[in-house]
């Protein structure tokens, strides 16, 4: 089992920026690919983007294409969520997620990952 943990959300001004980072612990060799979702208040939890182990292969929702960046470093188990130009709709509970296999574009369902984070808030104010 592989446990991972988020850190790095807080209030920020719109037009702002931050950087989550998940740390991975346990059983890292299952999680080869990382993702981060999030889930805003009265919505489904959804796919914000997705890498693989070696950084090959990266995937970002349409939403936050060209503002954010996924980037990992596999010697400190971390993967990054770097947030750019933010706006008040990015408000969320961001969560991290693992899982093995290859990712592809398609890599963009809950049910695709089979480790979670316990979520870290993100608070875009306008």
């Known amino acids: 089992q592989v446990q991972l943990v988020e850190s790095g959300g807080k209030l920020v001004q719109a037009g702002g920026s931050l950087r989550l980072a998940c740390l991975a612990s346990g059983r890292t060799f299952s999680a080869v690919n990382r993702g981060w979702f999030r889930q805003a208040p009265g919505k489904e939890r959804e796919f914000v983007a997705a890498?693989?182990?070696?950084?090959?292969?990266?995937y970002y929702a349409d939403s936050v294409k060209g503002r954010f960046t996924i980037s990992r470093d596999n010697a400190k188990n971390t993967v990054y969520l770097q947030m750019n130009s933010l706006k008040p709709e990015d408000t969320a509970v961001y969560y991290c997620?693992?899982?093995?296999?290859?990712?592809?574009?398609?890599?963009?369902?809950?049910?695709?990952?089979?480790?979670w984070g316990q979520g870290t808030q993100v608070t875009v104010s306008s």
């Open positions: 997620a693992a899982s093995g296999g290859l990712i592809t574009s398609a890599t963009t369902k809950r049910s695709d990952f089979h480790s």
């Open positions: 890498i693989n182990w070696s950084g090959s292969s990266i």
